[in-house]
Every structure is written in C-alpha cells, then in structure tokens.
C-alpha cells in the first residue's frame, strides 16, 4: 500500500499570500494517478487537480499542481478567503487508493 | 444538476448491522464506477470500496473485507453499502462518490454523507 504524506500539517497565511503544498509518496507515483481535494468544515471533498496538474471543471487558474516520482506539490498562487480549508492528495495508482493526512491551510 | 444524496445512516450498536443508500441523479449512473469513502470525525479520509458500473467487479478495503458489501441496482440509479458487524472504529461520515474517468479511481463528484455512529 502507498503511503502519503502531506506536509506541512498546518499552514498560516494571509489572504493574497502563496501557498506551497507537498504531498510525498511512499514509492513512486504515476503523475498519471495524482489527484489533490479541498474539504471546507461540514462539506465533502472536492476535486481541485487529477494527474498531477490537470485542473477539474471550474478550479480557478490560481490552483496548480505539479510533480511526479515522489513528490508533489499544490500551488495556490494567491489566496482568496475562500480558500482556507484543508487539503488533501490522493493516489490511485492501484487498489487500494490512499488519501494523505491532509494540510490545513489557515488565516494568519 | 447532476448529484448524490446518500441515507441511511445512524446511531447502531458494535455488532449490529446497517445499510447506506446513495441516490444518484443526472447523469448516465451505469456508466460510472462508484466508491464510498469515509472520514472518522476530525480525521482524514479513507477509501472504504469501489463497485464497477455493470456491478461485476469490486473491491474492498482491508479494514471492512468480509463484513462489508458495496451493490448497485442501475434500475434505480442507487448504490447501496451494507455493513454486518459494525464496530467502533466505523464510526465516520460515509460519502460516495463517483469516479470521474473508467480505470481512474480519483472522484469528481461527491454527495454530502451520512453519519454513522457504533455505539452501546
């Protein structure tokens, strides 16, 4: 089984700021098979990124992802209010699919 | 607009016994393999099972292999998640989810969840 590792665990930022997101896998990972979700409190998962750096219909064009191999990174390139959630990798290379722990991304 | 409404969820004893519903709409439900997926409260997220769109291939996560059954009826456009000896550590909101590309288990759509809690 993949393992993900999401870091850091929190990020404090202000609105407006970047924020650089890594995501580790245990082995390497397809870029193919790399997908990143937001989940705000009280809300589902949604999709922002699938391999690897293709944005999902509707993700603003501030949301970037990158990597391959090992690592990964989410690029949020400023923040808007809207944006402070956590966020979460996922793999599906193979069964089963694993999410990482997760980063949130808060206001300073 | 195209959703998921999943039921079904509830407070049971360990031990006991639940099923989940998720009520698929607009879109071509058969076409689509299904997951559920579920998050322990304040905890990550953790693929629970997966069912292919004609319901003939399935898989399951170590943590419910044998005491959990993932179906679907495509008549009905509804995915089902029947869970027998139900144990503290299921304790979690259960989503499903649709897989967005056939072989590609990332997940586009999601519905809002059902809780479910194992408790005497």
């Known amino acids: 089984e993949i393992v993900l590792t999401q870091s850091p665990g929190t990020l404090s930022l202000s609105p407006g700021e970047r924020a650089t997101l890594s995501c580790r896998a245990s082995?390497?990972?397809?870029?193919?098979?790399l997908a990143w979700y937001q989940q705000k409190p009280g809300q589902a998962p949604r999709l922002l990124i699938y391999g690897a750096s293709s944005r999902a219909t509707g993700i603003p064009d501030r949301f970037s992802g990158s990597g391959s191999g090992t690592d990964f990174t989410l690029t949020i390139s400023r923040l808007e209010p809207e944006d402070f959630a956590v966020y979460y990798c996922q793999h599906y290379v193979s069964p089963p699919p694993t999410f990482g722990g997760g980063t949130k991304v808060e206001i300073k | 607009e195209v959703q998921l409404l999943e039921s079904g969820g509830g407070l049971v004893q360990p031990g006991g016994s639940l099923r989940l519903s998720c009520a698929a709409s607009r879109f071509t439900f058969s076409s689509y393999a299904m997951s559920w997926v579920r998050q322990a409260p304040g905890k990550g997220l953790e693929w629970v099972s997966v069912?292919?769109?004609?319901?003939?291939?399935?898989y399951y996560a170590d943590s419910v292999k044998g005491r959990f059954t993932i179906s679907r009826d495509n008549s009905k456009n509804t995915l089902y998640l029947q869970m027998n000896s139900l144990r503290a550590e299921d304790t979690a909101v259960y989503y499903c989810a649709k897989h967005m590309v056939t072989g590609y288990w990332y997940f586009g759509l999601w519905g809002r969840g059902t809780l479910i809690t194992v408790s005497s």
């Open positions: 069912i292919g769109g004609s319901g003939d291939t399935t």
């Open positions: 082995q390497s990972v397809s870029s193919t098979y």
